[in-house]
């Protein structure tokens, strides 16, 4: 493994190997990016070369793309680092060095041309930025990143970067480069700082597409979302000639600060008098290093088999894609809409990772279209089996499959990476399975993986199909997982550490892991076993490093070229993984199937228990039955057919599905893995259930309740199964519970729910001045009803400030508000909406229980509320958004940044408590100004936060129209498109509600590139700003998934279930003729098929006929309501509005 060599002056320290690998630090805050990956060891501070006649490209350490040196070197000393090598008659020199009074190190490269032929060499320097404390970016990096904004400074030919602070009293961190050469570089400098266009999708600095493609470099900076330092320029070295050149890389608070650095480090004879101020400078080198290729620790591999080489008659067909609904190019829809299908291929891939979330209450996986993905069991976050890279430009591998020809010598990947056959790939997603399935070297070859619904495992089933029917096949399958066992981090100082103790089980000759550092699941036991039908001499290791190789990859694992099989090594792993070989007899023209299983149970007896099972004859086609009639069950209880095909594809599946699957299950996506629950999240989620799975939804309530404490104020979010969380000052989180509990009492009729007891959790309350506290509550001795917990969170919420209106505390809604009301007397306009409705809707239930005290109290509170809301929220052309403490408006037009946010608009709507006038007044503010056609997306404020002097909180970190911050945040669009409703503009939501679905903004190739996250669920956040206008955010973990739904349903269709009775109010667009629903009974077997048509003269939702099985019915105010007979039978209603 590598070691790191350290130049410090104190301040700013660069960490080096002797591959060239490493990363720079100032003081806590790591300027560029290292992984921790001490087996691949490909994160540095790179240069490339490439040679422009010969195409040929290396770097100038051994990694990421200098493994072919004829010859390499280094020396190392307290004051410098060396590394010499020789490549094709090029000589490349650097010498490294931190310089003695500055924040600053300095690469000086010499390159002699040795041929005697004259050169021409694009050399680009690049490093990955973090400028963050290691540990923080690492555990969310594309959160992170969002902070950054990078500028080019045309006068000095440098790059700067400063990291947006997330508050007024955060120091600004910045990181400044720039190329300094004699006479300036004669043919200019080039740079870059977008990660992906660097990269490039799918690769790595190992190949990245900027170097490996040509073309000048595309001069991108602002806000990239992934940001580099990448600077060229191109040498013409005659033969016997030389050139020097030096880069520079400083740590910097500001562009001055920047500006200074490189003035004084800007020329070549600059950068010599650094050099020579070096303590002994003058002095002889120390000696040689040994080389690289002598390097102990990892036995250098005598590649037996090469990678397969693409053949020239593969066929351009994708396997099994078929017709497809909403064909962008990239993918689409199988007709029943149960499946979304997208084509792989070598020139073929979506534009970011298209990902799918297979999940059951306790386990699951993430998978991309690539093959890649990551594995939990219990808790996404704490208790990751395999590693989460959170990298939507590489989407690396910590699980891979390969497959090997022992006869021709050649391996490859039955999925689409990371060893890529070159083949075509057809990825299908369905509801709780991924299928992928590729032809290549006359194998058909299909990958089946899915989660059973209660076991924590996942079953990989690979089948192998002979399409030779002369020739018999040797084959051989390796799967490999790479263990992380707990929550990953960055280990930076004790590389031999053990992660885990591994060992091969010998009752069932499964791997099994376990880590006695994981504290909360330190019992727990990590399995990995083989199911075939021809298992016998099947190798393993636990070893990443014998597997992997030193400086290998997924891509080029040793343990795959080798022709011996696996070592067999287990026992305490400080790079630990379950790798196995399984060699595969494959008769001619037969087929075989190889299954393996990654999973984790409380003990080894239980552990041992899964495999067994497992391992029964059909066990897995049993639980592969039961994952599909689940979901079947679960999805087809409501389905749509309306005139917006868009609309109905996401209603009929993919949004429940989104809901239950990754929300309420995963808690964990690609882009975001919580693996907490939220406690408005997972209640907000809940309520989209309650027409389809109401015992989710109340348990969910139950459960949040339960993490209440006996002040009344609540978890922001905890950890299972621990309950380890936040208490916070935040002021809608308790709110929640009242609102979701009206919701479903109001859609099941079940009253007696608030009679249900529930514990309350406690803990020491938060000390003054602080925000927030991370703790491990308590369950208190003392409990409650239901309907106590709610009246406690609204007890604790009829605050009032200076205006009238409630404290908004550490934030509302909006996390990113989080210093609005932070010294106690913001107030929220918003939540003043939000808490007039819950007060409306819980009022009933007070009276009901006769607790008159109570609903005196709200009544007088609610009629005072609605006085402050129309009179201070209101700004005269639109409702204000909250007070600052120092009782400055945010939300105003004669603001200069957030002049008005969407979320008081809907809610002045949704809440009722807005006059008809002022709703209508404010519905075409956010017409106005926040819905955009053009851009097809709905921004929750404009102007974004940038320079105003007021501090909202760590929104204005974020770079303009990014998330919250001038974006679209989905969530809040969708109470737009409900506002819009309800205010009498059916015609206007239906069309806002297809604009926002995902399968319109891909809807074409076109489409697709721009948006560039996966169509088939809903993205959180589409950004809002030049250059990113139209790009979807993060996916699939998104309240707006069951909003969407939700929204669809009551306020598109105006249906509605309550207990037994099926509820219609009908609002329908007058560009509709009209729709359809099914609704299927609980018993399983009634159902309601439900025709509404628009009449021959109509002008407005007046409903003038219901017929129910051919017997006509009265409507009740235009209102439809009734009792659904649990019969066994279908029953056909319609509805004509005139």
Request: aromatic share 10%.
């Amino acid at each position: 493994m590598s070691s790191f060599h350290k130049l410090s002056n104190g301040r700013f320290t660069t960490h080096i190997s002797r591959a060239g690998t490493g990363y720079a630090a100032c003081g806590d805050i790591a300027l560029t990016r290292w992984s921790g990956d001490r087996i691949e060891d490909r994160d540095a501070q790179v240069l490339y070369i490439r040679d422009l006649d010969s195409g040929a490209l290396w770097s100038i350490g051994r990694q990421p793309a200098g493994a072919g040196a004829e010859r390499y070197r280094t020396r190392l000393s307290p004051e410098r680092v060396e590394i010499r090598r020789s490549d094709d008659g090029v000589d490349t020199v650097m010498e490294l060095c931190v310089t003695a009074a500055d924040p600053v190190e300095l690469r000086r490269y010499t390159i002699t041309n040795r041929s005697d032929r004259a050169r021409r060499l694009d050399v680009t320097g690049y490093a990955e930025l973090v400028l963050a404390p290691p540990a923080a970016h690492a555990s969310h990096p594309v959160f992170s990143k969002l902070f950054v904004q990078t500028a080019w400074d045309a006068e000095r030919a440098a790059l700067i970067a400063l990291r947006r602070p997330r508050g007024a009293d955060d120091a600004v961190v910045g990181a400044v480069s720039w190329l300094a050469a004699a006479g300036g570089p004669p043919g200019g400098i080039e740079h870059e700082t977008d990660r992906l266009r660097f990269i490039g999708r799918g690769r790595t600095a190992a190949n990245p597409r900027a170097v490996t493609e040509g073309g000048p470099l595309s001069g991108t900076v602002g806000n990239v979302l992934d940001p580099v330092f990448a600077l060229r320029t191109t040498l013409a070295i005659e033969p016997g000639e030389s050139r020097t050149f030096a880069i520079g890389l400083a740590a910097v608070t500001s562009r001055v600060a920047a500006e200074d650095i490189v003035d004084r480090y800007r020329t070549p004879a600059d950068v010599d008098a650094a050099f020579m101020s070096l303590p002994g400078a003058a002095a002889d080198p120390p000696p040689d290093q040994p080389p690289v290729e002598e390097w102990e620790g990892v036995p250098a591999a005598t590649p037996r088999f090469a990678p397969l080489a693409p053949s020239p008659s593969v066929e351009a067909a994708w396997p099994g894609a078929g017709d497809l609904m909403f064909d962008n190019g990239y993918g689409g829809f199988t007709r029943d809409g149960r499946e979304y299908v997208i084509r792989v291929g070598p020139e073929q891939r979506p534009p970011l990772p298209w990902t799918h979330v297979v999940a059951n209450e306790m386990f699951g996986f993430i998978a991309s279209e690539s093959g890649a993905g990551f594995t939990w069991a219990v808790n996404s976050r704490l208790n990751r089996l395999t590693p989460w890279f959170n990298d939507p430009v590489s989407d690396p591998y910590g699980e891979a499959l390969y497959l090997r020809d022992e006869d021709a010598g050649a391996f490859w990947s039955p999925l689409p990476g990371p060893a890529a056959s070159g083949a075509p790939s057809t990825v299908r997603y369905g509801f709780g399975t991924c299928r992928y399935i590729q032809t290549c070297a006359d194998l058909h070859q299909r990958v089946l993986m899915f989660v059973p619904l209660e076991d924590p495992v996942k079953i990989i089933r690979l089948t192998l199909g002979n399409h030779d029917d002369e020739r018999n096949r040797r084959l051989s399958v390796f799967a490999y997982f790479r263990l992380v066992l707990g929550d990953q981090s960055v280990d930076q100082d004790d590389p031999e550490e053990p992660v885990a103790r591994t060992w091969r089980d010998e009752e069932t000759g499964a791997l099994m892991a376990s880590s006695p550092a994981r504290a909360d699941f330190a019992e727990r036991v990590a399995f990995a076993a083989v199911v075939a039908s021809a298992a016998g001499g099947a190798t393993m290791t636990t070893d990443r490093a014998s597997f992997i190789g030193r400086f290998g990859s997924p891509e080029r694992p040793a343990a795959v070229m080798r022709e011996t099989g696996l070592d067999g090594r287990s026992g305490e792993q400080a790079d630990p993984c379950f790798a196995w070989h399984v060699p595969v007899a494959l008769a001619a023209g037969g087929s075989e199937a190889c299954t393996f299983l990654l999973g984790e149970a409380e003990d080894v007896e239980a552990a041992r228990a899964l495999v067994r099972r497992y391992r029964e004859a059909g066990a897995i086609d049993t639980a592969l039955n039961n994952v599909k009639q689940f979901w079947s069950d679960t999805l087809t209880v409501v389905q749509v057919k309306t005139p917006v095909p868009a609309v109905d594809v996401m209603a009929n599946g993919w949004l429940l599905y989104q809901v239950i699957s990754c929300r309420l299950w995963a808690r964990s996506a690609f882009y975001q893995s919580g693996g907490a629950y939220g406690f408005r999240d997972q209640l907000q989620d809940s309520a989209a259930l309650v027409s389809v799975r109401p015992d989710l939804t109340r348990k969910q309530i139950l459960l949040h309740a339960a993490h209440q404490f006996e002040e009344g104020d609540v978890l922001h979010w905890w950890h299972p199964p621990l309950s380890r969380g936040m208490r916070t000052r935040f002021a809608d989180d308790l709110l929640w519970l009242p609102f979701i509990t009206a919701s479903y009492i109001e859609a099941i009729g079940e009253y007696d729910i608030l009679d249900e007891a529930v514990p309350f959790m406690t803990a020491p309350p938060l000390e003054d001045g602080a925000d927030e506290v991370y703790l491990q509550p308590t369950v208190s001795d003392r409990s409650a009803s239901l309907y106590e917990h709610c009246c406690r969170a609204l007890d604790r919420s009829l605050t009032a400030g200076a205006h009238g209106l409630p404290l908004m505390g550490t934030g509302d809604w909006n996390d990113g508000m989080n210093r609005v009301g932070r010294e106690g007397r913001g107030e929220s306009v918003w939540l003043g909406f939000f808490l007039y409705q819950i007060l409306h809707r819980f009022l009933p239930f007070c009276r009901q229980r006769g607790d008159a005290r109570r609903a005196e109290a709200y009544e007088a509170y609610r009629t005072r509320l609605a006085n402050a809301l129309n009179d201070a929220g209101w700004d005269g052309g639109w409702y204000r958004r909250a007070y600052y403490d120092d009782g400055a408006p945010l939300g105003s037009a004669a603001g200069d940044e957030c002049r008005i946010d969407a979320l008081a608009q809907a809610w002045a709507v949704i809440s009722g408590a807005a006059p008809r006038d002022r709703g209508e007044q404010a519905l075409d503010a956010l017409e106005t100004h926040l819905i955009s056609d053009q851009d097809r997306l709905i921004r929750l404020l404009t102007p974004p936060f940038e320079h105003t002097p007021h501090d909202p909180g760590y929104i204005k970190g974020y770079v303009a129209g990014v998330r919250e911050n001038g974006g679209q945040y989905t969530h809040a669009a969708m109470w737009v498109v409900q506002a819009m409703a309800e205010a009498g503009r059916p015609d206007r939501a239906a069309e806002l509600l297809e604009m926002l679905s995902p399968v319109s903004h891909a809807a074409t190739r076109k489409d697709a590139d721009v948006y560039m996250v996966e169509p088939y669920v809903v993205a959180a956040d589409v950004y809002g700003a030049a250059p990113h206008v139209g790009r979807g955010g993060w996916t699939w973990y998104t309240g707006a998934a069951g909003w969407m739904y939700q929204v669809t349903l009551q306020c598109i269709l105006g249906v509605a279930i309550e207990g037994d009775y099926l509820v219609m109010t009908p609002r329908l667009p007058h560009t509709w003729p009209g729709f359809e629903l099914r609704y299927r009974c609980p018993d399983g077997h009634t159902v309601y098929e439900v025709h509404v048509v628009s009449g021959p003269n109509r002008r407005d939702e007046t409903v003038s006929a219901v017929v129910l099985d051919g017997r006509k019915i009265d409507a009740d105010d235009d209102k439809i309501r009734f009792c659904c007979q649990n019969d066994g039978l279908l029953h056909v209603v319609t509805v004509t509005v005139e």
